[in-house]
């Protein structure tokens, strides 16, 4: 299980750096004049429409967690400050959900994604 989270982290890593890395190959081809810098430049627009799809994905299912687990707080803890604090939890997971849905349905609306 840990491997499988290992190569979860990586790939999100990759997705959250690959178009910015791309984008410098693609400074580096357009100055020197290569005839694949037009390409570097698409693959790179594809790479971003996946780095918005991801993080909307990413930010809806953490909201639904983090409302989640503060109800689940809420229910489970004793002290009432630790119950009030959890339930601060709740509306964050749920702004979060919202704008994960937020950025998928503009993605949707946009471009078709690769």
């Given at each position: 299980m840990d491997s499988l989270i290992d190569v979860f982290?990586?790939?999100?890593?990759?997705?959250a750096i690959g178009p910015l890395l791309l984008l410098g190959l693609y400074a580096i081809a357009s100055y020197f004049g290569l005839g694949i810098a037009?390409?570097?430049l698409?693959?790179?627009?594809?790479f971003l429409a996946l780095q918005w799809f991801s993080g909307g994905v990413l930010n809806a299912v953490g909201g639904i967690a983090l409302?989640?687990?503060g109800v689940w707080a809420v229910l489970h803890f004793d002290p009432l400050l630790h119950r009030l604090l959890a339930a601060l939890l709740v509306p964050f997971g749920l702004w979060r959900t919202y704008l994960g849905v937020a950025v998928l349905r503009a993605i949707s609306k946009t471009e078709d994604l690769p």
């Open positions: 982290v990586w790939l999100l890593i990759g997705i037009d390409r570097i698409a693959l790179t627009g594809r409302a989640a687990l």
